[in-house]
């Protein structure tokens, strides 16, 4: 009953709201949940701390781009009807990415992977032919009315977190989650049971770059251009780490809940002051306080503490007793 109350206040919002630069911010934290949920899948589920992400969102962003640089968008609608067959392309390219990343673990592993993010950003910037360098892509822009202009975007990012939220779930209560959580616990051990180690990190891999992707294909069409160094953003993979610490790494609902708090912060402070990029402080701090006070992140600290107090009520009660 929450969850559909929560997806419903969701669903009014744009009518409740209609200032552009609310919708703006709101539009961008949904983007940022997808995006959590989606790294959720790898760092969360198989523990495997990906920096890259922000590669396969600007290569959800340029494929995008590039394939309406060369068609038309009819009514406005077609770039999002797109989306799969970009998400479909960028899990394709993540599959050789994994399976030479992931045979190393832990800290290899995300030096690798911000390895692959610095690449990804040179070839942006390289490979002029096709992505114009640092000059920068620009997609046609559709002709939606201007004072519901951020609507159409609003409610794509909104279905691609509720896509995000129920792949996760389904994750979780099938055999590959089963495997995954093995992984991450001792992913020795769950070879040597006969789990699927390989198979299953590849497939949440690609899950999970899939999505991220497809959110970097909205983004795309929404800001109309694109360059490199915004497309291709270490500073978007810290936000995603960042968000799913937060909320609580390995749950469904953390990840959504740390875009919630971090994201209309971050583009608050983005509005009021511009460019000096001062929520990269909040960002730092948040991090520290993460690390002492939440190391588990919110939901599962908060889980933690009420079932001490249930298992602590019977014995207060029972002492309480004549």
Same mark, same amino acid.
């Given at each position: 009953?929450?969850?559909?109350?929560?997806?419903?206040?969701?669903?009014?919002?744009?009518?409740?709201?209609?200032? +552009?630069?609310? %919708?703006?911010?709101?539009?961008?934290?949904?983007?940022?949940?997808?995006?959590?949920?989606?790294?959720?899948?790898?760092?969360?589920?198989?523990?495997?701390? #990906?920096? @890259?992400?922000?590669?396969? *969102?600007?290569?959800?962003?340029?494929?995008?781009?590039?394939?309406? /640089?060369?068609?038309?968008?009819? #009514?406005?609608?077609? +770039?999002?009807?797109?989306?799969?067959?970009?998400?479909?392309?960028?899990?394709?390219?993540?599959?050789?990415?994994?399976? !030479?990343?992931?045979?190393?673990?832990?800290?290899?592993?995300?030096?690798?992977?911000?390895?692959?993010?610095?690449?990804?950003?040179?070839?942006?910037?390289?490979?002029?032919? !096709?992505?114009?360098?640092?000059?920068?892509?620009?997609?046609?822009?559709?002709?939606?009315?201007?004072?519901?202009?951020?609507?159409?975007?609003?409610?794509?990012?909104?279905?691609? %977190?509720? *896509?995000? %939220?129920?792949? #996760?779930?389904?994750?979780?209560?099938?055999?590959?989650?089963?495997?995954?959580?093995?992984?991450?616990?001792?992913?020795?051990?769950?070879?040597?049971?006969?789990?699927?180690?390989?198979?299953?990190?590849?497939?949440?891999?690609?899950? #999970?770059? @899939?999505?991220?992707?497809?959110?970097?294909?909205?983004?795309?069409?929404?800001?109309?251009?694109? $360059?490199?160094?915004?497309?291709? &953003?270490?500073?978007?993979? !810290?936000?995603?780490?960042?968000?799913?610490?937060?909320? @609580?790494?390995?749950?469904?609902?953390?990840?959504?809940?740390?875009?919630?708090?971090?994201?209309?912060?971050?583009?608050?402070?983005?509005?009021? $002051?511009?460019?000096?990029?001062?929520?990269?402080?909040?960002?730092?701090?948040?991090?520290?306080?993460?690390?002492?006070?939440?190391?588990? @992140?919110?939901?599962?600290? %908060?889980? /933690?503490?009420?079932?001490?107090?249930?298992?602590?009520?019977?014995? &207060?009660?029972?002492?309480?007793?004549?």
């Amino acid at each position: 009953m929450a969850i559909a109350a929560f997806l419903a206040v969701l669903a009014v919002f744009p009518f409740l709201v209609t200032a +552009p630069w609310v %919708l703006t911010i709101a539009l961008f934290t949904l983007m940022y949940a997808v995006l959590a949920s989606a790294w959720n899948l790898v760092g969360g589920y198989a523990g495997y701390p #990906s920096l @890259g992400h922000a590669a396969f *969102f600007g290569l959800g962003a340029y494929t995008e781009a590039i394939w309406f /640089e060369h068609h038309g968008i009819g #009514s406005g609608l077609t +770039p999002f009807a797109v989306l799969p067959l970009v998400g479909l392309v960028v899990a394709a390219a993540g599959l050789p990415v994994a399976w !030479i990343a992931m045979r190393t673990r832990s800290d290899v592993f995300a030096i690798v992977t911000i390895t692959l993010l610095f690449v990804a950003q040179t070839l942006a910037y390289n490979l002029r032919g !096709i992505t114009h360098g640092a000059q920068g892509m620009a997609m046609p822009v559709p002709n939606f009315a201007p004072a519901t202009f951020e609507r159409p975007f609003y409610y794509a990012m909104l279905a691609l %977190l509720v *896509f995000a %939220l129920v792949l #996760s779930h389904a994750v979780l209560r099938s055999r590959l989650g089963l495997a995954l959580l093995a992984i991450r616990a001792d992913e020795d051990k769950a070879r040597g049971v006969g789990v699927p180690v390989g198979t299953a990190k590849l497939g949440a891999f690609a899950l #999970s770059v @899939g999505i991220t992707g497809m959110a970097g294909g909205v983004w795309a069409y929404y800001l109309s251009f694109i $360059y490199p160094q915004f497309a291709v &953003d270490p500073l978007v993979t !810290i936000a995603m780490v960042l968000m799913v610490f937060l909320g @609580g790494r390995g749950t469904l609902w953390g990840p959504v809940l740390g875009a919630f708090i971090v994201a209309p912060a971050q583009q608050y402070l983005a509005y009021q $002051y511009g460019a000096n990029q001062l929520y990269l402080i909040g960002y730092a701090a948040l991090f520290v306080v993460i690390i002492l006070v939440l190391p588990r @992140g919110i939901l599962p600290t %908060l889980g /933690e503490r009420w079932r001490r107090r249930r298992l602590r009520l019977p014995a &207060d009660v029972a002492g309480e007793a004549p």
